[in-house]
Nanobody
Framework: QVQLGESGGGLVQAGGSLRLSCAAS????????MGWFRQAPGREREFVAA????????LYADSVKGRFTISRDNAKNTVYLQMNGVKPGDTAVYYC?????????????WGQGTQVTVSS
């Protein structure tokens, strides 16, 4: 059983930056591909970014490509989402997710989420 805990959310002005972190415990972190999803009020949860077990081959949603960067530190059992040039449309609850071995958009585990609010 893998437990995921997000942190780093908050209120940020449009054009600003924020870094989300997700700490994992209870499993072999390097055995999981990791991802971020988000859910805005009244909308379905959507994919944001993912990263492979070795930290290579990141994937991004078109809406965040060029602005967000996903990375991981296997020594710290942590995955990050660096958010630059944020927009009001990025306002959502951001969820960390883990999928065993390789990423196929079907996570096995989810975090509780962290709120990100972008003011205009």
């Amino acid at each position: 059983q893998v437990q995921l805990g997000e942190s780093g959310g908050g209120l940020v002005q449009a054009g600003g930056s924020l870094r989300l972190s997700c700490a994992a415990s209870g499993g072999t972190f390097s055995g999981y591909a990791m991802g971020w999803f988000r859910q805005a009020p009244g909308r379905e949860r959507e994919f944001v970014a993912a990263i492979s077990r070795d930290g290579l081959s990141p994937l991004y949603a078109d809406s965040v490509k060029g602005r967000f960067t996903i990375s991981r530190d296997n020594a710290k059992n942590t995955v990050y989402l660096q958010m630059n040039g944020v927009k009001p449309g990025d306002t959502a609850v951001y969820y960390c997710a883990a999928q065993f071995w390789s990423w196929t958009y079907e996570p096995n585990y989810w975090g509780q989420g962290t709120q990100v609010t972008v003011s205009s």
